[in-house]
């Protein structure tokens, strides 16, 4: 309300305001009065005789909706609401958040600065800990990653033990500190049929059925195609580059020959939002002890 250009807009705000709870007062007046010697019907008629009247409501309800008015006025007087009047009590929701955001962390401060001074693999072992750390997860990566941890389509399973990245303390730490992003670049420039002996290929890696005849020439194609580059001359990926490994059976969009070919045509680019400035370091640190006990849960380190 502070922002208009003029005093117009401001006493227009004022005056509408106060002149739309007066209407509703008046209205409620016109509306209170004695019902009439000789009672109205509405008009309206059902089952031939039933006839609705045109009484006026209920005394007890009338007071009611005066009340509402009445709370209406005196809300508008204590509070922000007619124009750039600030109100008898000066109220302001301005800064609110931060406020109440800065009174939360100095209460919880004392607790998060414990848990920073913990090992990573001992916090994630203390059972109290790693439900403040659930909790946590619950707030800020339930929507990528999934109430159970185990990711959809395009974002990853926290609750197994294979890691783009790694799964060691300081690198959880750096990829929720700092985020992520993993490309893989598009290969339309091979032709369909290349990269369709390269989807044959990819999926013979991990077991999956595949024409051997187009797996042989996607082999070949593999390492000419400079895919061995990232993923390796095993195919078992390279965490530096968050490269995935095409040995595991694990798919992050899908091991159809059609979605690997979708992924070697068209490329990939997943992006995993850095965390440090919003959260800082303490909540990095214990929402990291909670995706490592995922990990170790899952028989991991």
């Keep these: 309300m502070n922002d208009f250009v003029n005093q117009f807009w401001n006493w227009y705000v004022i005056l509408l305001v106060l002149a739309s709870i007066i209407a509703c007062g008046v209205l409620l007046w016109t509306q209170s009065q004695p019902p009439p010697a000789k009672l109205d019907t509405t008009g309206h008629v059902w ?79 203390d059972n109290v800990g790693m439900e403040t750390g659930k909790r946590l997860y619950l707030t800020y990566c339930v929507q990528c990653h999934g109430a159970d941890a185990k990711g959809s389509k395009g974002f990853p399973n926290l609750a197994d033990n294979d890691w783009l990245w790694g799964g060691e303390p300081a690198q959880i730490v750096e990829t929720i500190a700092a985020g992520r992003n993993g490309v893989m670049p598009p290969h339309a420039q091979l032709g369909a049929e290349t990269i369709k002996d390269l989807a044959n290929y990819v999926r013979s890696l991990s077991g999956l059925p595949a024409d051997s005849l187009r797996a042989s020439k996607g082999q070949e194609a593999f390492n000419s195609a400079g895919c061995s580059g990232c993923h390796g001359p095993d195919g078992k990926g390279m965490q530096a580059l968050g490269a995935p490994n095409l040995t595991d059976k694990i798919w992050l969009y899908g091991s159809s020959e059609a979605t690997i070919s979708e992924t070697i045509t068209k490329g990939r680019n997943n992006q995993m939002p850095a965390w440090k400035e919003f959260l800082g370091d303490e909540k990095v640190h214990l929402l990291a002890a909670y995706v490592l006990s995922l990990g170790q849960a899952a028989g991991g380190k």
Excluded at 98 to 106: C, Q, Y
């Design 47 to 125: 089952d031939e005789t039933l006839e609705e009247y045109n009484n006026p409501l209920p005394k007890w309800w009338m007071w009611l909706f005066y009340i509402t008015v009445i709370f209406s006025l005196v809300y508008s007087f204590l509070y922000p609401t007619l124009g750039s009047f600030q109100g008898i009590l000066g109220w302001s929701s301005s800064g609110q958040w931060a406020r109440e955001m800065a009174k939360f962390d100095e209460q919880t401060k004392p607790l998060y600065a414990k848990y920073m001074q913990t090992d990573l693999k001992a916090l994630a072992a």
